[in-house]
């Protein structure tokens, strides 16, 4: 069974940095595609960044890159998004998700319809 645990939110100063964490279960990191999405209130979920080794690909939003870094860790199967430089609009639920790769994609996939399994999310919170 395909699990994902997030982990690491909280309430940060602007300015501050959060490790957000993505404990996976039920399959390895690096067969999948992974992605980090966010959603604010009254907004929609959006992808922040994602990464497949299928495809050799990585994708950061324009509104994190510089600043967001995702990564994974093999022998904890664990995939993370270091946030530095943190904005009070970054204030949103934090999700990951994990899909089978799929080739007919250029890369890692970006939307939230193109993945099947999700984390529950953990809030962060940057005051001003």
């Known amino acids: 069974e395909v699990q994902l645990v997030e982990s690491g939110g909280g309430l940060v100063q602007a300015g501050g940095s959060l490790r957000l964490s993505c404990a996976a279960s039920?399959?390895?990191?690096?067969?999948?595609?992974i992605g980090w999405f966010r959603q604010a209130p009254g907004k929609e979920r959006e992808g922040v960044s994602c990464?497949?080794?299928?495809?050799?690909?990585?994708y950061v939003a324009d509104s994190v890159k510089g600043r967001f870094i995702i990564s994974s860790d093999n022998v904890k199967n664990t995939v993370y998004l270091q946030m530095n430089s943190l904005k009070p609009e970054d204030t949103a639920v934090y999700y990951c998700?994990?899909?089978?790769?799929?080739?007919?994609?250029?890369?890692?996939?970006?939307?939230?319809?193109?993945?099947?399994?999700w984390g529950q999310g953990t809030q962060v919170t940057v005051s001003s």
């Open positions: 998700a994990a899909d089978p790769p799929d080739l007919t994609l250029p890369g890692c996939p970006i939307r939230p319809e193109e993945y099947d399994y």
């Open positions: 039920g399959f390895t990191v690096d067969d999948y595609a």
């Open positions: 990464f497949s080794r299928t495809h050799g690909s990585t």
